[in-house]
Nanobody, 123 residues
Framework: QVQLVESGGGLVQAGGSLRLSCAAS????????MGWFRQAPGKEREFVAA???????YYFGSVKGRFTISRDKAKNTVYLQMNSLKPEDTAVYYC?????????????????WGQGTQVTVSS
């Protein structure tokens, strides 16, 4: 059974940085795309970033240049380095994974999800 466990969330001031981690277990993840999504109170879940097995990365417009997604295949772990954080980045951040790469920005394309980690950016 696939399990995804996020960590690294917390409270940070605007302009600060956080690094989220997502450890995957339960199977071999060769060929899998890893994604990060977020959901703010009262809003729909939105795409943040994704990285496929070839290490090609995709980002949502508002985080480009501030966030960096990376993965350690040996550890089955994906990271999200978040710099220059803004209050509007406040949300629960979710890690997700799926086999293959197609429509990686669409949450419904991911069958496996973590429980989420809270990120709060104060102004």
């Amino acid at each position: 059974q696939v399990q995804l466990v996020e960590s690294g969330g917390g409270l940070v001031q605007a302009g600060g940085s956080l690094r989220l981690s997502c450890a995957a277990s339960g199977r071999t993840f060769s060929g899998y795309t890893m994604g990060w999504f977020r959901q703010a109170p009262g809003k729909e879940r939105e795409f943040v970033a994704a990285i496929n097995w070839s290490n090609i990365t995709y980002y949502f417009g508002s985080v480009k240049g501030r966030f960096t997604i990376s993965r350690d295949k040996a550890k089955n772990t994906v990271y999200l380095q978040m710099n220059s954080l803004k209050p509007e980045d406040t949300a629960v951040y979710y890690c997700a994974t799926k086999l293959g790469t197609n429509n990686d920005y669409i949450s419904a394309s991911y069958p496996y999800w973590g429980q989420g980690t809270q990120v709060t950016v104060s102004s």
